[in-house]
């Protein structure tokens, strides 16, 4: 039998497997040794690819801890609460957020990544190869361009107006699927200039260790025809 080496991160490059650990515990999420490591790697990664490609505009590895990874990890419950498995499209991903931490968390979900810049696709192809993710996927090209099944949830993080994210990606929705949209602070403007066929039916306000900044879901559906 190979045994499989244990990863440890450089010197300087981001938090050790036991950190992630007890920033899922904070989220009262249960994670195996491996995801641990994966959740790691994967900022490691992100760390590398960011000093080149620009993948994001947040650089110091702990702020990158709290403000994305931290973040991402909220999403986790409310998905496994909504669905044992599903298929999930995350639209805008830029470097996998949220849709990598989906997949390493949420191993039964089959996870697509979209966006426009194939340095960012690349990124995520990466990080699926390197991190054994065989449920991630990422897509290079504009999601009105984007050819594959519907999805029964269909994500974004800071990506566009709720009304603007419907009407992009209502075709790559499942009938019954719902949109999931990430927000920070609750966005009455945006939810108040939604469209008549589209129901925001749960604003879900979430708690995020260690982040001082309101954070919230945005459920919505097409509304049933009256």
């Not at 419950?77 to 996998?96: E, I, K, M, T």
């Not at 999805?151 to 019954?176: N, W």
């Not at 749960?202 to 919505?220: F, I, K, N, S, Y």
Request: aromatic share 6%; proline share 8%.
């Amino acid at each position: 039998m190979t045994t499989r080496p244990t990863f440890a991160p450089p010197e300087g490059h981001g938090p050790l497997p036991d950190a992630i650990s007890g920033l899922c515990a904070a989220q009262e999420l249960t994670v195996t040794a491996e995801q641990a490591s994966q959740l790691t790697r994967y900022l490691v990664l992100l760390q590398r690819w960011n000093a080149t490609y620009n993948l994001t505009a947040v650089r110091d590895p702990e702020a990158m801890r709290k403000q994305h990874l931290a973040d991402c990890l909220a999403v986790i419950a409310p998905l496994q609460r909504h669905a044992a498995r599903a298929r999930l499209l995350d639209v805008g991903s830029g470097g996998g957020l949220p849709g990598v931490v989906i997949a390493t968390l949420l191993p039964a979900w089959d996870v697509t990544c979209v966006d426009a810049v194939g340095k960012k696709v690349a990124f995520v192809r990466q990080v699926a190869g390197t991190l054994s993710l065989a449920n991630l996927h990422a897509e290079h090209c504009r999601i009105e361009a984007l050819k594959a099944p519907p999805f029964d949830v269909v994500t974004s993080r800071a990506f566009a107006s709720l009304a603007d994210f419907a009407a992009l990606t209502r075709p790559h929705l499942k009938p019954g699927g719902v949109w999931m949209a990430m927000k920070g602070r609750v966005p009455d403007d945006e939810i108040a200039a939604v469209p008549a066929d589209v129901e925001v039916f749960h604003v879900e306000h979430l708690t995020v260790p260690g982040l001082d900044a309101q954070r919230c879901l945005v459920w919505m559906r097409p509304r049933a025809p009256t």
